[in-house]
């Protein structure tokens, strides 16, 4: 009765407030939870939120008098968490995904020439039919699409597919003839063409024909993107690869108040230092950040263009792609770091990430001071060289999720005694390294509590293997957690910002559908975001039509 009273009054005070401006706002009765820096569940019962959108003090059990407060905001004991942080994710990448050909989870060639007949009549207009998302490997007979299967469907204009990690297109005769390639094409260093496949640096052949989005074009990305992410109750990203149009189009949004995910921006290569010739400071509220540089050591497993120390045990002529020589990849790391960014470099076998290790090494005894050098993906390192990560400051920048999808291909392609230092996150934690989280959006979902759910389960949606994948690698909650939150913060220089709810930080939180401390790993996976909030202000909230019935697990 008197909990029922209290809980009326409380209602009735956020309605008689609500109308107020700026003003301090208590989040109360809810069951918080984050994650310290050394992985602990800490958890506290209300948030309350100064004016500024920052957090003004973080309480266990409160039993605020009302009027103290201007707005109170009961949470009913719903559970909230602080935003997620993707450390690793492709912004503009995944907006444009959604509006373009979705070829995720096609189960056949056959299904990958339906979409495109149907997304080809549907979009009469496009000059060119751009789809991302094919992966050979879930399909029956695992061949790889030709130029040939495409031409049967669409040949009245380009068309390019791009395959789910990103590493290879396959395209129709049309795009080669408007990308000029023809059979005496030389083959560039660094890349493969084969019946219409264009492998790694290959690409680029193709990316040079395509036109360029209009401004408008990627404004319309970045908004889909922000959309999905905050969705998914992902408030921060560390937006890899940047192109001088994707800044320009973060800065109009800023500029428009159209913000709400924070984005520490890594550009792409050195194509940005005559317009951005040092990290900026800070910008629109700490909205965005212009802090590294992300360069590429080489390729991916999936189309062996990883660059391992002994050959592929599925092509045993090859040991993949070496992108650039020792003294390129110091040279261009130098380059970056002598302008103060951070450097941030794609590396995914275990020669890439032992070079790359090297490189650092020795910009770590050139330059002193804080400087958070990182790996993205650390996919298969040699377990000889994981414990050269702490001493010298080296992050590594990894994405659950890849081991969930990755695990029979990387067997195949290494086997399975190779792959004591594959995706190995307790290791890395174990020497002492700093880790973050992230997705590798739009390669892998977005959504973060699959993440977190293989994370501590090394399993997959469905529960495979039983026991999980390599199992001495799984984390604790609190420790996959924090990967998703402070760990991927500080990875971008932003853990006095953002990352955890303190006292003087953002107050950007979301509250979900159930409580992860005490579910299994799939409902984990399961979670639903219910509302998202970014400096105090509910930015996004679920329809309650949208919400499945798993809610309340
Ligand atoms: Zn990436």
């Known amino acids: 009765m008197r909990s029922a009273m209290h809980k009326a009054l409380l209602a009735l005070g956020a309605l008689l407030v609500s109308s107020t401006a700026s003003a301090e706002t208590l989040i109360s009765n809810v069951n918080g939870i984050q994650a310290t820096a050394d992985g602990k569940i800490e958890h506290f019962g209300s948030l309350l939120i100064g004016d500024d959108g920052r957090v003004k003090q973080v309480m266990k059990n409160p039993t605020p008098r009302l009027s103290r407060f201007d707005r109170i905001i009961n949470g009913e004991g719903r559970t909230l968490l602080p935003g997620l942080i993707d450390a690793h994710g492709h912004v503009l990448g995944l907006g444009f995904g959604a509006l373009q050909l979705d070829l995720v989870g096609t189960s056949s060639l056959d299904d990958l020439k339906q979409r495109l ?13 751009i789809g991302r998302g094919w992966n050979q490997e879930l399909w029956p007979n695992k061949r790889f699409p030709t130029e040939t299967d495409l031409d049967s469907v669409v040949n009245d204009r380009p ?4 395959r789910v990690d990103g590493h290879a297109y396959v395209v129709n005769s049309a795009a080669m003839k408007a990308a000029g390639v023809t059979g005496e094409t030389p083959t560039p260093a660094g890349g493969r063409i084969e019946n219409g496949l264009f492998v790694d640096n290959a690409k680029n052949l193709i990316d040079k024909a395509i036109p360029t989005a209009t401004p408008a074009e990627l404004d319309e990305a970045l908004a889909k993107a922000q959309d999905i992410l905050l969705s998914y109750g992902v408030t921060g990203v560390g937006s890899m690869s940047t192109a001088l149009g994707d800044w320009q189009a ?26 951005v010739p040092h990290p900026t400071d800070w910008l ?17 497993l999936g189309s062996r263009g990883a660059w391992l120390k002994q050959p592929y045990a599925d092509q045993p002529d090859t040991r993949g792609l070496q992108f650039h020589s020792d003294a390129e990849m110091l040279g261009l790391a130098d380059k970056a770091a002598a302008a103060g960014f951070q450097v941030a470099t794609h590396a995914i076998g275990d020669a890439a990430n032992a070079q790359v290790i090297s490189v650092y090494e020795q910009l770590h005894a050139k330059y002193p001071g804080d400087r958070r050098w990182r790996i993205e ?3 298969i390192a040699d377990p000889a060289d994981i414990p050269r990560l702490a001493p010298a400051g080296i992050i590594a920048s990894m994405q659950p999720t890849h081991q969930t999808s990755d695990r029979l291909m990387a067997e195949k392609r ?26 590798d959006f739009p390669v892998e979902s977005a959504n973060p509590f699959p993440g977190l759910s293989a994370a501590v389960s090394r399993q997959d949606m469905s529960g495979q293997p039983p026991g999980g994948w390599i199992p ?6 609190g420790e996959a957690l924090h990967a998703f939150t402070g760990g991927a913060a500080y990875a971008g220089f932003a853990e006095q910002k953002i990352g955890t709810l303190e006292p003087g930080k953002w107050a950007d939180f979301i509250i979900i559908d159930r409580n992860p401390t005490k579910v299994d790993a799939q409902s984990l996976a399961r979670t639903e975001v219910l509302e998202t909030w970014v400096a105090g202000k509910k930015v996004w909230s679920r329809a309650p039509s949208a919400s499945r019935p798993e809610r309340g697990q």
């Not at 007949?117 to 039919?129: G, K, L, N, Q």
């Not at 800065?251 to 159209?258: E, F, H, P, S, W």
């Not at 290494?414 to 997705?439: E, H, I, N, P």
């Not at 001495?472 to 909650?477: K, Y």
Request: charged share 25%; glycine share 10%.
């Open 117 to 129: 007949r149907a997304y080809a009549s549907a979009h009469p207009d496009a000059r060119w039919i």
């Open 284 to 300: 629109y509220g700490d909205r965005l950040r212009m802090v590294g540089i992300k360069y590429y050591a080489d390729g991916a």
């Open 377 to 379: 993906h650390f996919q």
């Open 159 to 162: 068309v390019v597919l791009e």
């Open 472 to 477: 001495a690698q799984r984390l604790t909650l």
């Open 250 to 275: 973060m800065k109009r949004a800023g500029d428009a108040g159209g913000l709400n995910v924070r984005l520490m921006v890594y550009a792409d290569e050195l194509k940005l230092l005559a317009e």
């Open 414 to 439: 290494m086997g399975l005694d190779r792959l004591c230092g594959a995706y190995a996150w307790q290791t890395v934690l174990k020497t002492g390294a700093k880790l973050a989280f992230g997705s």
